[in-house]
């Protein structure tokens, strides 16, 4: 089983930037994809990205394309979303997840494909 745990969060204005970063730990966590979902009051979580950890192929969901980058240090198995321009509708819970299949063929669905949940952090953007 693979162990999540989000920082980075906080609040902002339009048009900044914030660093999310995913700590995991646990003996599968070779063999998993990570992923960064969001979920907004009163909306269902969306996938926002992914990052193989086989090939460091990504995946990003259209509304964050050319704002959001996603990557990973292997030697401190963390992975970072690295969020720049950003407005109002990107305010949501982050979370990161951790999945056994390809989670770029999962794009932002598959949600019940991943096993494994961080503890989400809240990230505000004001107007």
């Known amino acids: 089983e693979v162990q999540l745990v989000e920082s980075g969060g906080g609040s902002v204005q339009a048009g900044g930037s914030l660093r999310l970063s995913c700590a995991a730990s646990?003996?599968?966590?070779?063999?998993?994809?990570i992923g960064w979902f969001r979920q907004a009051p009163g909306k269902e979580r969306e996938g926002v990205s992914c990052?193989?950890?086989?090939?460091?192929?990504?995946y990003y969901t259209d509304s964050v394309k050319g704002r959001f980058t996603i990557s990973s240090d292997n030697a401190k198995n963390t992975v970072y979303l690295q969020m720049n321009s950003l407005k109002p509708e990107d305010t949501a819970v982050y979370y990161c997840?951790?999945?056994?299949?390809?989670?770029?063929?999962?794009?932002?669905?598959?949600?019940?494909?991943?096993?494994?949940w961080g503890q989400g952090t809240q990230v505000t953007v004001s107007s």
């Open positions: 997840a951790a999945t056994p299949y390809d989670c770029v063929s999962l794009g932002s669905w598959g949600v019940y494909e991943y096993d494994s």
């Open positions: 990052i193989r950890s086989t090939t460091g192929t990504t």
């Open positions: 646990g003996s599968t966590f070779d063999d998993h994809d």
